[in-house]
């Protein structure tokens, strides 16, 4: 059993930065495909971006493209995402989370992963 916690979360102004940090305990991270999410209040659960196993290819969806970068530190077992450039409309709880649907792209549906951090929250002040 894989438990993922997150760090890094926090309240920033519009314009700056966070880094978020998720690490895999309890088991390795090995072979799953690492997504973010964030789901703001009132609004449902979105995918943020993630890394697939096999060569570690990103995708991000198109809001955050050119903001935010996911990178892994497999000897860590630890998946960051790095926010650069934050916007009030980032204010969320951002989830990490595992999947084991595939290894060779990136899952962007939040139903296909089978393990999720608690969250943490990040506050973008404008």
């Known amino acids: 059993q894989v438990q993922l916690v997150e760090s890094g979360g926090g309240f920033v102004q519009a314009g700056g930065s966070l880094r978020l940090s998720c690490a895999a305990s309890?088991?390795?991270?090995?072979?799953?495909?690492s997504g973010w999410f964030r789901q703001a209040p009132g609004k449902e659960r979105e995918f943020v971006g993630g890394i697939s196993w096999s060569d570690g290819i990103t995708a991000y969806a198109d809001s955050v493209k050119g903001r935010f970068t996911i990178s892994r530190d497999n000897a860590k077992n630890t998946v960051y995402l790095q926010m650069n450039s934050l916007k009030p409309d980032d204010t969320a709880v951002y989830y990490c989370a595992a999947s084991t649907f595939s290894l060779y792209t990136v899952v962007r549906s939040g139903t296909l992963y089978d393990y999720w951090g608690q969250g943490t929250q990040v506050t973008v002040s404008s």
């Open positions: 309890g088991g390795t991270a090995s072979g799953y495909c």
